[in-house]
């Protein structure tokens, strides 16, 4: 059976600690770390308090790779993506989720992909690749990441697919999990109706459905082919309102994560249908 987890930025700006109830309340199978400025993010000792606590185990980890968590673990990416496989190993978490780099990590960008299969061979865990997006400002395209941000053109072993990211690239989905195929190891479960031609650059997290991606086909397929990676949801909540509509969101999130894996047979959509309609 498929995991359905989330993430702890669903909660975002609560606590770590209310993550973890969030997840535990709404029926999650678990959490993915998200590490940040938050000291307990880091703390493995507080991480297996919390999943103790809640009874909510720790699916994977998110590396501090965003521009907001610069300064954690230090400057050095390679030192943040090994802390990170640390971390995953002392909270029993097999996956850790990595950006591509930005394009001034110059050193760091030119020998991604080996650090990343040491530092993966070296701890035993998995370490997928999200997806990104080109950026673009005005009008002009902003080379952000190195050696791209798009995993399915890079010779990575796992990669991490976000339906919200996917959005803004003007990716199809469905379309890039199957070019991903089996270095497909972790979903990212959200939407977008965004994209960058049009100026967006932040992309909008939504809530799996009320977007333009075919968010349910490619879960409906990762079930057909009996797929063994964690899906994680990663909706932005931040302007729920009320703790209560945020418990909404998430609820409907979850059932409809379960709804598209049931198998059945259903009539899989042509790549691009959803989105070129929607």
Request: glycine share 8%.
């Amino acid at each position: 059976m498929i995991s359905v987890g989330m993430s702890t930025s669903c909660a975002y700006p609560l606590g770590l600690e209310s993550s973890f109830h969030l997840s535990r309340e709404v029926g999650f199978d678990g959490v993915e770390i998200m590490v940040t400025n938050d000291p307990a993010t880091h703390r493995a000792e507080r991480l297996l308090e919390l999943s103790a606590e809640t009874g909510q185990p720790i699916l994977s980890i998110h590396a501090p790779v965003l521009l907001l968590t610069h300064f954690v673990w230090g400057r050095d990416p390679r030192v943040k993506l090994e802390r990170s496989a640390e971390l995953a190993v002392a909270v029993g978490a097999p996956t850790v989720v990595a950006h591509p780099p930005f394009r001034w990590q110059s050193g760091y960008a030119e020998e991604f992909l080996d650090i990343v299969r040491a530092i993966s061979a070296r701890y035993g865990v998995t370490i997928a690749i999200e997806n990104m997006f080109p950026w673009k400002i005005a009008g002009r395209s902003m080379k952000m990441y190195a050696p791209g941000w798009d995993p399915s053109t890079m010779d990575c072993d796992a990669a991490t697919l976000d339906f919200s990211h996917a959005s803004l690239s003007g990716r199809d989905s469905l379309e890039l999990a199957r070019a991903l195929d089996d270095r497909l190891r972790h979903v990212h479960l959200c939407d977008g109706s965004r994209v960058s031609d049009d100026g967006g650059i932040f992309d909008e997290h939504l809530v799996p459905g009320r977007g333009a991606e075919p968010v349910e086909a490619v879960l409906a397929e990762l079930a057909a082919r009996n797929w063994s990676g964690s899906i994680i949801a990663e909706i932005n909540t931040r302007k729920a309102g009320s703790q209560e509509a945020r418990v909404a969101m998430m609820r409907e999130t979850l059932v409809f994560a379960r709804n598209a894996l049931v198998p059945r047979v259903r009539h899989l959509p042509q790549v691009g249908a959803q989105r070129r309609s929607a």
